[in-house]
């Protein structure tokens, strides 16, 4: 069973640049279809990005389009998404899930089976 970690979130102003790493504690990423999931408050947690296993991109929310990319280095057992061009609507706490089933699909939270604890990206205008 793998355990996503989360890091590299923090505060930034609108227009600038995070990139938020998300770790495999306990197993290996290499197996799984890994996700990024973001959740503001008072709102649902919603789908940011996918990638396949083997680095091929699955999609970007519209809303991010063009400012952030996945990406996945399995030697080191890690995803990355950098955020360019932040705006205060990107505030959330971000989170990574792997998917271990194909039951849901990858733009639901119900298709990740392991999630890690979030880290939050606040952005300021």
């Known amino acids: 069973q793998v355990q996503p970690v989360e890091s590299g979130g923090g505060s930034v102003q609108a227009g600038g640049s995070l990139r938020l790493s998300c770790a495999a504690s306990?197993?290996?990423?290499?197996?799984?279809?890994i996700g990024w999931f973001r959740q503001a408050p008072g709102k649902e947690r919603e789908f940011v990005a996918a990638?396949?296993?083997?680095?091929?991109?699955?999609d970007y929310t519209n809303s991010v389009k063009g400012r952030f990319t996945i990406s996945r280095d399995n030697a080191k057992n890690t995803v990355y998404l950098q955020m360019n061009t932040l705006k205060p609507e990107d505030t959330a706490v971000y989170y990574c899930?792997?998917?271990?089933?194909?039951?849901?699909?990858?733009?639901?939270?119900?298709?990740?089976?392991?999630w890690g604890q979030g880290t939050q990206v606040t952005v300021s205008s």
């Open positions: 306990g197993g290996t990423f290499s197996s799984y279809v």
């Open positions: 899930a792997a998917r271990g089933s194909y039951s849901s699909s990858y733009l639901s939270t119900a298709g990740y089976d392991y």
């Open positions: 990638i396949t296993l083997n680095g091929g991109i699955l």
